[in-house]
């Protein structure tokens, strides 16, 4: 059987919460269940809402990722770079071969081929991703620059589908 709340409950609650304690902390100190700290908060008209703490809370979030998000991005592009640098750099070919199964190696002006390709799959990758990840100066207003020429050319088939109507109709 539940026990009645007491004067002494609300007198702890509203104490309690003057001090900043949670609902969850209230119920553990007063040994009640964080139902019973609600109801008595409700009737002493106090409230446990964090909004503005939670809204708070959740924008330094926001930008504590971005700015790692931009730190990323920088960090992909630099590896771009390096990548992008091998494309034409001297390197060294080995493989296992011959009927011993020995190790040769040639060593070459550039890349071959095929490696060249990988490696610009590779740069292409990362600066792609780098870009997602922080858009180039610009970028949005390039894609505001689309929507209105879209907006634009919509508008301007619809007139003149408007006019060719009309001349249709007399």
């Given at each position: 059987?539940?026990?009645?709340?007491?004067?002494?409950?609300r007198?702890?609650v509203?104490?309690?919460?003057?001090?900043?304690?949670?609902?969850n902390?209230i119920?553990?100190?007063i040994?009640?269940?964080?139902?019973?700290?609600s109801k008595i908060?409700?009737?002493?008209?106090?409230?446990?809402?964090r909004?503005?703490?939670?809204?708070?809370?959740?924008d330094?979030?926001?930008?504590?990722?971005?700015?790692r998000?931009?730190?990323?991005?920088?960090?992909?592009?630099?590896s771009?770079?390096?990548?992008?640098?091998?494309?034409f750099?001297?390197?060294?070919?080995?493989a296992?071969?011959g009927k011993?199964?020995e190790w040769?190696q040639?060593?070459l002006?550039?890349?071959?081929?095929?490696?060249?390709?990988?490696?610009l799959?590779?740069?292409s990758?990362?600066?792609?991703?780098?870009?997602?990840?922080a858009?180039a100066e610009?970028?949005q207003?390039?894609?505001?620059?689309?929507?209105?020429?879209?907006?634009?050319?919509e508008v301007?088939a619809?007139?003149?589908?408007d006019?060719?109507?009309?001349?249709d109709?007399?």
């Amino acid at each position: 059987m539940r026990e009645p709340i007491t004067d002494a409950d609300r007198e702890q609650v509203r104490r309690l919460h003057t001090e900043g304690k949670t609902r969850n902390q209230i119920a553990r100190e007063i040994g009640r269940s964080g139902s019973t700290v609600s109801k008595i908060a409700k009737a002493l008209d106090l409230s446990f809402e964090r909004g503005p703490e939670v809204v708070a809370a959740t924008d330094a979030r926001r930008v504590d990722l971005a700015t790692r998000r931009q730190q990323f991005a920088e960090r992909l592009h630099e590896s771009a770079e390096r990548l992008h640098a091998q494309l034409f750099a001297p390197c060294t070919v080995g493989a296992f071969g011959g009927k011993d199964n020995e190790w040769s190696q040639v060593d070459l002006d550039r890349p071959q081929f095929a490696d060249q390709r990988q490696i610009l799959a590779g740069v292409s990758i990362a600066v792609d991703k780098s870009l997602k990840l922080a858009p180039a100066e610009g970028g949005q207003g390039a894609e505001d620059v689309r929507s209105m020429l879209g907006t634009l050319g919509e508008v301007l088939a619809d007139a003149f589908a408007d006019d060719e109507g009309a001349d249709d109709g007399g």
